[in-house]
Structures are given as structure tokens and as C-alpha cells.
């Protein structure tokens, strides 16, 4: 079949579930709202494709291991630095013949590593630009509705941590020194609470009146906020240990959480920045004024009537956000700050194979093409949902 051929093959589950999506979208695409009209967008359409392979392949490659032929750390002897299409050196007949993409500097099995490498990027950049948003939200909102002083000192904060290179912050945060200091982890503190208060306000402002939802679903809703917010925060052996390790549901490796805080961190300025604009300009229109000539608190209105007035725009911007997210893992990963050395995401995998450049491009070239296409992917995804949302 070639190597073009056997590579197909191999992700014949993602094309399978693209092909299915896609049928099911279109046939539905009147009744799917916003999504639905991306398939009246080439640009749209095209976007959602590349986005969806990668989601599909971290799902099925990374998730069940459906798609990568080798494990992507192990070294094979004799398959240093060859040639994409090498057929494997001491295959046995449970093995996987050959290196679809060659092999890099440690003997490892190119394709395959950039197949898990997809699973760490497709959970970590859209999780970190969620949390990003719900630090932007929670405190935009009040910033812009209310203004005067809150506006003034949170606005200050939030220029402050974009005054800083980006670059210059990864570094401060991820140093051994730092690490040791415990900060990363009262980050998490501070930052990862943010979503149970959005969500607890949300819920409470919309339903206060009801005194069955107060007694009962609100406490069991807090409950278990609060259970998973601890159990994120909580590592053992950490500075941050408040939950026992029976009741810890979340182990989350060290590396992964200092560069999941390390995204959220650098990103929630921008978030609150884009929410607080947004709410200024809302907040004057007549539906608010209605909301609070029915004497709806001012959580209600910002909750529940400006926000929703204002998905549009957020929707847009939380697309590129992401791919902004994925370009600064790409970038940790690249400059070797965070996560292992022996990762397979797609920075650590490019810096790893940039040494071979002049001797043949597999190694450097399918991590940086497979970023590209993602990153790609998410602007033009972002660009169809714009054009649409125009629409409206």
C-alpha cells in the first residue's frame, strides 16, 4: 500500500467517525443552532474537519490505542535515525513490521509518538482555555458591570501579568527553584476554584427563589464541587495535601499540572480583559434595563442576561484561545520546561528531531506539521463561527 497507504489504514477509526459525524451534522444542521450553520461554511466546515481528526485520533490513538503501531518509548535496536517506511529490525509476529515514519534519535517510532502526542495536546489546551475562561468570566463580568473601584484593581492586576514576556513567565514558573517553593501549587489553588464559583453562583442566582432546590440540590451541587476542586488541588507529598488518598479522585502527574497552571495562568488576563469589554458594552442595552426594572440581582443579569448575549464573540475568541494554548505547549515543550523530556507531545518531539534536519525531516517535520494543522485548524474553525455568528 506504501507508507501513505499504511498510514491510512491505521487511522481508519478516525475516519470512520469523522465520516459519521459529518452525515449525522449535516443531515441535522437546521436544528443544531450555531454548529449547525459551520456547514454552510466552507471555511467553517474545513476547520471543524481538521479539528475533528485530531480529536478523533487522540481519542482513538491515544485513548485505546486503536491507531499507533509501536509503544512511543520504546527503542528498538538498530532503528536509530532511519527512514520513514524501515521495516522493523527483529519483528515478531506480534509487532507492528515496520517504522511508518522512521525513527528518531533514540530509536523510537515516529508516527506513533506523534499519535500519543495528540492525546496530550487535545486534553490539556482546550482544559487549560476552559479554566482560563472561567477565571475571565468570573471576574470580568463585575469588573465591566460594576466598574469604579473592583474595575480599577483588577484591571491593574490584569495588565500586570501581561506586561510579562510570555516566554519569561513559562520560565519563572517552571525553574526547579520555584517548583520547590510550592507556588505552581497555590496557583492551582486560586485558579481552579474559580469554575465552582462560577457554577454555584450561576446556579444559586437563577434559583434562589426555590426553596427545594436551596435545601437539597444546592448543597449536594457544592458538595461535589468542592470534592473535585480538592481532589485537582490535593497531591501527596506536595505542598497542597488536604484529601486523604482514598478519597483523592484525580492523580494528576506533577509536570502535567505545572504546565496546565502555567497555560491558565498566562491566559486568564486576556479572558477577563475580552469579558469586561464585552460587558461595557452590553450592559446599557434595554433587556438589562427590563432585568432590573423586574428586580433581578445583578448576578442574575450578568449570568444570565448579558453573558448569553455575548456567546458570539466568546465562542470565537475561546477557538483561537485554544490554538493559542497549543502553540505555548508546542513552545514549553520545545524549550524542554515542564513536562518529561521523554514526552511524546509534539514541542519536546520537534526539539528532539531538529538536530536531524540535514540528514532527513521525518522526526522534526510530522510533530510541526501535525501542530500546524491543529493550530490551523482552530483559526479556521474560528473564522466560520465569526462569519455565522455575523449572520445572526
Given amino acids: 500500500m506504501g507508507i501513505v497507504g499504511a498510514i491510512s489504514q491505521r487511522l481508519i477509526p478516525t475516519w470512520i467517525a469523522l465520516a459519521v459525524t459529518f452525515a449525522l451534522s449535516i443531515l441535522f444542521k437546521r436544528k443544531l443552532g450555531l454548529y449547525g450553520k459551520l456547514f454552510d461554511s466552507p471555511i467553517g466546515m474545513i476547520g471543524l474537519g481538521l479539528v475533528l481528526f485530531w480529536i478523533f485520533t487522540a481519542i482513538f490513538g491515544a485513548g485505546f490505542d486503536w491507531i499507533a503501531t509501536h509503544d512511543p518509548l520504546a527503542q528498538v535496536s538498530g532503528m536509530k535515525n532511519k527512514h520513514p517506511g524501515i521495516p522493523l529490525q527483529g519483528a515478531t509476529e506480534a509487532d507492528y513490521p515496520y517504522y511508518l515514519l522512521g525513527g528518531d534519535t533514540l530509536a523510537r517510532d515516529v508516527f506513533s509518538r506523534a499519535i500519543f502526542g495528540s492525546g496530550i495536546v487535545i486534553v490539556i489546551a482546550p482544559a487549560a482555555t476552559i479554566f482560563a475562561f472561567m477565571v475571565g468570566i468570573t471576574l470580568g463580568l463585575p469588573a465591566g458591570y460594576f466598574g469604579g473601584r473592583l474595575d480599577t484593581v483588577l484591571s491593574f492586576l490584569s495588565n500586570l501579568v501581561l506586561a510579562f514576556p510570555v516566554i519569561l513567565l513559562f520560565f519563572l514558573l517552571v525553574t526547579p527553584e520555584i517548583v520547590q517553593t510550592g507556588l505552581p501549587n497555590y496557583l492551582a489553588v486560586i485558579l481552579f476554584v474559580f469554575p465552582v464559583v462560577f457554577i454555584a453562583v450561576a446556579q444559586y442566582s437563577k434559583n434562589r427563589l426555590k426553596p427545594g432546590f436551596l435545601t437539597l440540590q444546592f448543597p449536594i451541587l457544592l458538595i461535589i464541587g468542592v470534592w473535585l476542586y480538592l481532589s485537582l488541588v490535593s497531591e501527596t507529598g506536595k505542598p497542597v495535601d488536604v484529601l486523604p488518598?482514598?478519597?483523592?479522585?484525580?492523580?494528576?502527574?506533577?509536570?502535567?499540572?505545572?504546565?496546565?497552571?502555567?497555560?491558565?495562568?498566562?491566559?486568564?488576563?486576556?479572558?477577563?480583559?475580552?469579558?469586561?469589554?464585552?460587558?461595557?458594552?452590553?450592559?446599557?442595552?434595554?433587556?438589562?434595563?427590563?432585568?432590573?426594572?423586574?428586580?433581578?440581582?445583578?448576578?442574575?443579569?450578568?449570568?444570565?442576561?448579558?453573558?448569553?448575549?455575548?456567546?458570539?464573540?466568546?465562542?470565537?475568541?475561546?477557538?483561537?484561545?485554544?490554538?493559542?494554548?497549543?502553540?505555548?505547549?508546542?513552545?514549553?515543550?520545545?524549550?524542554?520546561?515542564?513536562?518529561?523530556?521523554?514526552?511524546?507531545?509534539?514541542?519536546?518531539?520537534?526539539?528532539?528531531?531538529?538536530?536531524?534536519?540535514?540528514?532527513?525531516?521525518?522526526?522534526?517535520?510530522?510533530?510541526?506539521?501535525?501542530?500546524?494543522?491543529?493550530?490551523?485548524?482552530?483559526?479556521?474553525?474560528?473564522?466560520?463561527?465569526?462569519?455565522?455568528?455575523?449572520?445572526?
Fill in 245 to 392: 488518598p482514598m478519597l483523592d479522585l484525580f492523580d494528576v502527574p506533577a509536570e502535567i499540572l505545572l504546565v496546565f497552571v502555567s497555560v491558565v495562568f498566562v491566559n486568564s488576563p486576556t479572558a477577563f480583559r475580552i469579558v469586561r469589554g464585552l460587558t461595557l458594552d452590553v450592559k446599557t442595552r434595554d433587556y438589562v434595563a427590563a432585568a432590573q426594572t423586574r428586580g433581578e440581582g445583578p448576578w442574575y443579569i450578568m449570568l444570565w442576561e448579558i453573558l448569553p448575549n455575548v456567546r458570539g464573540p466568546l465562542i470565537v475568541d475561546f477557538c483561537l484561545r485554544i490554538g493559542y494554548a497549543t502553540i505555548l505547549l508546542g513552545t514549553l515543550g520545545f524549550f524542554g520546561l515542564g513536562l518529561e523530556s521523554e514526552s511524546p507531545d509534539w514541542g519536546t518531539t520537534i526539539n528532539a528531531g531538529r538536530k536531524l534536519l540535514s540528514v532527513y525531516l521525518a522526526p522534526p517535520l510530522v510533530p510541526a506539521f501535525s501542530l500546524m494543522s491543529l493550530v490551523l485548524g482552530l483559526n479556521l474553525l474560528a473564522d466560520g463561527l465569526r462569519e455565522e455568528s455575523l449572520r445572526d
